[in-house]
């Protein structure tokens, strides 16, 4: 079983849906981090978050410790918004490896 | 804004070569990362390093060493470039200290070895 499962794996809505994309992870940490990929390569940082919630934008992000969750939401999602979503958390004995989510695939339609 | 930036997006090499591929940043970042992203098997920590000379094996060192002579240059060298080392590498930096820090990725460089 990974230590970090990302649900839904692939996903494709309409322009201006509410979007829920999910963290479940096995190990006690120190912070998650939600990443965001688009094709071609690069890496983008959205979130690190310890605790409660963070909000940029149309991105929400939110975490409960106790059940070892997080949650990336998208309102009123756009084409743009179309990449691969991933969730890595460092462990409670780390400050700096992160363990990697497989990520989330989605899909926005005009 | 961070600026994490590698040498080459694309690379082609031959099997046996040695290979270089660089990583800068800008931001005065103690800790550098170098990953390897394959389909179905996610981001794999090759090598890191949190200081000048200093490097530390990740999950995956095999067929790979490093270099850090300078804190904002990360370089991954591929001593005999293999065909199982086609892939795309990504080169991280982030701040250390006592908690995590978020960790900012260059735009990334995909190795076809033939």
């Known amino acids: 079983k990974n230590e970090v499962e990302q649900s839904p794996q692939n996903l494709t809505a309409q322009e201006g849906e509410f979007i829920t994309i999910n963290c479940s992870y096995s190990?006690?940490?120190?912070?998650l981090h939600w990443l965001q990929q688009h094709p071609g390569g690069g890496i983008v940082s959205l979130f690190m978050?310890?605790?409660?919630?963070k909000k940029h934008g149309r991105l929400i992000a939110t975490i409960n410790i106790q059940e070892k969750h997080s949650s990336l939401h998208i309102t009123a999602s756009h084409p743009r918004d179309s990449a691969v979503y991933i969730c890595?958390?460092?462990?409670?004995?780390?400050?700096?490896?992160?363990?990697w989510g497989a990520g989330t695939k989605l899909i926005i339609k005009p | 804004d961070v600026k994490v930036t590698q040498s080459s997006r694309y690379l082609v090499k031959r099997t046996g070569e040695k290979v270089f591929l660089e990583c800068v940043q800008d931001?005065?970042?103690?800790?550098m990362f170098w990953y390897r992203q394959d389909p179905g098997l996610g981001l794999r920590l090759i090598y890191f390093?949190?200081?000048?000379?200093?490097?530390e094996k990740g999950d995956i060192p095999e067929g790979y060493s490093v270099s850090r002579e300078k804190k904002e240059r990360f370089s991954l060298i591929l001593e005999s470039a293999s065909t199982n080392q086609t892939s795309m590498y990504l080169c991280?930096?982030?701040?250390?200290?006592?908690?995590?820090?978020?960790?900012?990725f260059g735009p990334g460089t995909r190795l076809t070895v033939t």
């Open positions: 991280a930096s982030s701040f250390l200290g006592l908690a995590p820090y978020e960790q900012y």
């Open positions: 931001m005065d970042h103690e800790n």
């Open positions: 978050l310890s605790s409660g919630k």
């Open positions: 890595a958390v460092y462990a409670a004995d780390s400050n700096y490896q992160l363990i």
């Open positions: 190990v006690g940490i120190s912070a």
């Open positions: 390093s949190y200081d000048v000379k200093m490097k």
